[in-house]
Every structure is written in C-alpha cells, then in structure tokens.
C-alpha cells in the first residue's frame, strides 16, 4: 500500500494505522512528500499522539521571533541578542528551505552567515559569528558588503554559462579589531529537510574507523540536529542554553552582562521541542521525470562520476520501515578547489573541504526565492553549482563538460528533481 498521507493530519493517521495495523512500516516509509501548506509541513513518519504536542510547540518555536530580555508577554521567548542575525529560526530557514539566494547586485538575505575564524581554531574578538544587529542600547558588529565579478565559461561544443564569482569586505564598528588573519566563512542557512534521517545514518557507513564525526552543516562540523539548535541559538540569535551557555560576544563584556531573559534562556524543553521538529520533516518531492528520462538521467549522473560522492543510496538504521535512503550524499567531506575554498581577510586562500551537499529536496524554493546553491549561495542553477566543481570533483565536471547539450541538459534536469 503506498499513501500519500499528510502525516501532520494525526486524526487521519491515526484510523489509517488502526485500519492497517500490520503495515504500519510502510506507512512511516514516505520519505519525499509534497509540501502545500508551510503551516502544516509534512513528516516523513507519523508524529505519535504522545508526540503531537512537542512537535507543536517545536513548529511554533521554530517560527517565532525571540523579544530582548525583560520584553513584555515575550512568554519564556525573551533573552535575545544583544547582539544577533535574525529573531527567530524561521527568518533564515524558509520553514525548513534554505535561505533565498543573494542577487545579482550583491543583496545578502538575512539567512546569509558570515562565520569568522582563526587557523588556530581560536575565538576572533567579534566572536564565531558576524552579528550585524543590536538590541537597543548595544554596538552590532558590522556587516557583510557583496560584489560578484561575473566570468563566462565555454564548452567544449561552444556554448557558454556566466558564474558569478564573490567579493567579501566588512564594513561596520567593530571591523577593524579583526587580524589580517581572520578567515571569512561564507554561509548560506542550509535546508533541514530529512535530517533526521541523516542522523540516522551509520556512522560506519562514511566514516573508515568507524568514529561518530559530524555529519550537519556545510562542512558537518556539527554532531547532531540538537547541536546546531543549541548553536545556531548561541550564535545567531544570542540565545544561551544548557548546551551553549554563552552568548557570540566575542570581547565585548559591554555584551556579554547584557541582562538575561532566563537561566537558561533556551529551555530544554523548547530545545527537545524544536529538534523533534526539525527531526521528522519530510524531504520536499519534485515533479516526477518520466520513465526514459529518469533511466536516462541517472546513467549520466553515474557515467560523469557524480556518485562517486552523491551517492544514490545510503543505509538507515534504527527506523521502521526504511532501511536506505536516496538523499544522494556520501555524508564524507571534499576538497573542491581554490576558488570555492574560504579566504582570510588578507585575501589569503585556505583549503577547505565541503560536506557532499545532499541533492534531495533541492528543487525546493525558499518562499519568493530563486536557487542559491553551493555553501555560499552563489550558484543560480544546478549548471553553474557544477561548472563550480574542482579539486577532487575535476574530473566529474569535465566529464559534465563533454557531454552533448541535449544529455547536460538532461542531467541537470535529473539533479533538479531528487
Ligand atoms: C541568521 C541565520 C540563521 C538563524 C537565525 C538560524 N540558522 Fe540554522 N543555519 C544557518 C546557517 C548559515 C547554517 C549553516 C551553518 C554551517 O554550515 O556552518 C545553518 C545550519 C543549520 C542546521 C544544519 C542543517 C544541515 O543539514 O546541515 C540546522 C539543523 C539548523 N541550522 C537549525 C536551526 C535552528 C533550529 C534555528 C533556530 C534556533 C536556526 N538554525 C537559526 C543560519 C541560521
Ligand atoms: C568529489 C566529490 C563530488 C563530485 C564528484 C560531485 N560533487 Fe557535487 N558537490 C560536492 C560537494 C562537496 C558539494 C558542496 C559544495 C559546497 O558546499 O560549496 C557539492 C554540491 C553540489 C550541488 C549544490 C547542492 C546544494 O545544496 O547547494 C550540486 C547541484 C551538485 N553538487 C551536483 C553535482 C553533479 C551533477 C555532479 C556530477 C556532474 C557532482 N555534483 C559531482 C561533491 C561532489
């Protein structure tokens, strides 16, 4: 029996279970769904009547926007900042999508991060993050000033595509405290569809020796679905929980004794709440291909050496009903080359390798959005996302490059409707 069923109807569900007990397992199996209604995002397995209330209250978290601390009827959501990207979860995400792409002219959506480093993995006096707002009474940081130089690239057939390359500079009050060394790290907010089914995934099967690395995150620098939570609250939204007890403040102690909304202001039952959200999100479906193209375009990706990183399937363990996925990542991580590789302020390349992104759901616009794709957002189409590929992924785009038009273009539509 396959059903389309809108899992978040739980009166449905629950008579469609009680009617079909036995297979039960297929039903907690429709991992793509089509997302109608942003209010009511589908799941990918039934959200338990014991669950309903939590998976509520992490809807309502995830879509609400955090008041500074002491704000009136603010109801356990205050504590915000006082230095900060964005007010609530949602502003950045899309309700789960990613964040919009930046334009042609350079405008960043709010759901562009710009992360600041050191070589020694050590703290820049602006902290992890850039904040580029305050709560009254307190300095922002400084913001992000975008240029794209545009650069055609030819075919071997003569055709050609124009990329879009990025130009970071900081501007704002506290710019100039940062070394010559600070590396910029460019982040668009990443799509959350289908984590939890990437949790969920062996440790065994991406990594060799069988340890539990991070597997979020454009270059799964973080463990779990809770962890980037606990983070993003700490960095993005100067919201402290048990986890991440501290504020981005960097150096600032005018910042870091700004009054608090709670101890901790992210509670833990707001924190549990929003990662079972998050958790069972369905992967948004795309228009199916007919038979011919989908055989034809899946030879290509295979052919071209795509799979050799976004692999078409990847086992799950521990969930009813699902033992592999299609979310076409090998979950390891990937030096593509210099030119997508992160710069330090001195204009200085580091190398830097990028998780396989997970092509599922990649179709799926923000709201009013265009796609945005690679960890920067710079890529418009799925065309120029490859002609980006370098380092190990060379060969694969050349490979891309000699195909006749008519097969690219069946390629990329393929990569499209994962
Ligand atoms: C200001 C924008 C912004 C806000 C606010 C924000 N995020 Fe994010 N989020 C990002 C960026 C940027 C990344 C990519 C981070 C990276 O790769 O290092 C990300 C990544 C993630 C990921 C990892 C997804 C994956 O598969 O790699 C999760 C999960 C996540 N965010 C959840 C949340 C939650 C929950 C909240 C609210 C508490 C939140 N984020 C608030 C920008 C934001
Ligand atoms: C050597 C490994 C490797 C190969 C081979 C490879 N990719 Fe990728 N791909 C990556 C990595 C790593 C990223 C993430 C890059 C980033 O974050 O900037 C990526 C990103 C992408 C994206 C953007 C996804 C997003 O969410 O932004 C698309 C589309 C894509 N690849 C398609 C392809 C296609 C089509 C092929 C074959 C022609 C291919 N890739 C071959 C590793 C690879």
Redesign the pocket.
Known sequence: MRTEVQHWRRGALLLLVLAFPAQSGELSATVHQRFVDSRQPPTWRPVEADEAARFQLGQAVFNSAWLPAGAERAERRDGLGPVFNATSCDACHNNGA?ATAPTDEGRLPIGFVMQLGLADAATTPLGDVLNPVAIEGYRAEGGVVLNYQLREVHYPDGSRAELREPRYQLQGPRVAELSAQTVLKPRMA??LFGSGLLDAVPPRAFTPLGDSPGRFG?QAGTRSVRDQTAKAFSREMGLHSADYPMDDCGDDALCAAAPEGGEPEVSEDFLQALTLFQSVLAVPRAEPLDAEAEQQGAEL?QR???T???APSLPVEGIQGISAIAAYTDLR??D?GEE?ADRRLDGEIIKS???????WG?AHLPRAGHLG????GR?RS?EE??L??A???D???R??MALPKSQRDR??DW?LRR
């Open positions: 990613r990443s799509p454009w990706f071209t050496g795509c050799a990183c976004h991580r990937h593509l997508l390798r990028w998780r396989t992104a997970p092509l990649i794709l690679l960890h920067d890529a799925v996302a490859v980006w590929h380092g190990e992924a060969e694969s785009r490979q891309f390629l990329l990569t």
